[in-house]
């Protein structure tokens, strides 16, 4: 057997030249700026025009060495095509291996229909308090922060011009009652003449009227002055109901109006958490509908029910009052934000984990597994997706129960790519895999792929 070449080509790109043919090669290729196909001279016709018999020999040897050249191109390809096909070049058309990838069996759980609001904590016992009269601020007898009870006194004001009211009054009304008193006595003397005969009916009637004006007169003097003291007590301000005092924004010397904010007294108690609905979700709405309370985290603290619907909608703002109660405070403050989801229903649905999904221009898709002739094949599906519950997509539409979802590797598989099924993956919320159904239906599939490949 012929050894390799020395080029590096293998015995089968070799061609082997006639002896005449490779003596004139090796001759011409010896001598500088000539080619080895190229004859020693030039092909000249004879002055008979007919060519030489050499000359002939040379150009039908120059004919023979470029087909011979163009054989070896030829054969040498269809070597290397043949020795790609063989067992270790590998079949450029052959099937690529299976792509191990994790997948669950969807089925169906009860799913939250939620939606998240932000609501404010308010206290049926907080009480504003605003003065019932107008002047100037003379003592603030209590702090902020500080715990009252009913009654007690928390600032005065300056009540010195109602005082000089009542006392003006108080004059005027002694000057009725010295009227009063006139009338009666002209009153008596007119009934006297009149029965006497000394006086007529008309005097009479005069002086029984009279009477009855000064007693109307000292009447409404009296009432007057009763007004006037009932106001002086609201010269002192006094907490209507027990709590904590909040803040006060007045200090002493401002002059307040019946409309300025004292300061505020809650007890932080019987809470409330006013929710404003969007009038869109209103329908929605029912008496009982559970609403949970979450933490800054997003954790749920605790769920309560709605027991009040607003019958109007608030014009300004076009939301829907929802109140739900708070038993117990439980960290809670009049005033504050909170976190609540409305919970709306809890229809059964799937699932499928954040990480399977893929988003190409806005739309969502995932992988599924379906059988083929050649054993598990990846299928690309378009997906409708709803909102995240912890890990998981809520899907709306595009799977159904029983699809085989791949949740791991989604990267390296394309659609219509092979693949085989690994270990199960743990339990993604409504998309995962049962205990048993889906590990055994990922074992059925490993099994019958195993099959395929044997």
Known sequence: MAGPAKDGHDEGCQVRLPASASRRCSEASARPGRSALEPRESWKPDTTGNMTVAKRTRRGLRLTVTLLTLGAALACGGAGGAAGSGPGGGAPGGAPPATIVEMVTLEPKPVEQSTEFVGTVKSRRSTNIQPQVEGFITRITV????????????????????????????????????????????????????????????????????????????????????????????????????????????REGDRVTKSTLLTTIDENAALEVYLNIPVQQAPRLRIGLPVRLLDEKGESVSTHSINFISPSVDDATQTV???????????????????????????????????????????????????????????????????????????????????????????????????????????????????????????????????EDR
């Open 321 to 451: 009052l929802a109140k739900l109660p708070l038993p117990v405070p439980g960290g809670y403050r009049t005033a504050q934000y909170v976190r609540a989801r409305v919970i709306w229903n809890q229809d059964p649905g799937l699932t499928v984990p954040l990480t399977s999904t893929l988003r190409i221009n806005g739309q969502y898709f995932v992988f599924v597994a379906e059988e083929a002739k050649g054993g598990l094949v990846a299928r690309q599906r378009s997906v409708t997706l709803g909102p995240v519950v912890g890990n998981n997509y809520v899907v709306l539409g595009g799977l159904k129960p029983g699809d085989r979802l791949i949740v791991s590797g989604v990267q390296k598989i394309g659609d219509g790519a092979l693949v085989k099924a690994g270990a199960p993956a743990s339990a993604p919320g409504g998309a995962s895999a049962s205990a048993r159904g889906g590990a055994s239906a990922d074992k059925s599939a490993d099994k019958s792929a195993g099959k």
């Open 143 to 250: 702090r902020s922060g500080e715990r009252v009870r009913p009654g007690a006194v928390l600032m005065e004001i300056d009540s010195r011009p109602q005082q000089a009211a009542i006392a003006s009054l108080e004059s005027v009304r002694a000057a009725r009652e010295v009227d009063t008193t006139y009338a009666r006595q002209e009153a008596q003397r007119a009934q006297t003449l009149l029965s006497a005969g000394a006086a007529s009916q008309q005097d009479a009637d005069r002086a029984a009227n009279a009477l009855k004006a000064a007693e109307a007169q000292a009447h409404t003097v009296e009432e007057q002055i009763r007004q006037l003291r009932t106001d002086l007590a609201y010269y002192r301000v006094t907490a209507p109901v027990g709590g904590v005092v909040g803040d006060i924004p007045v």
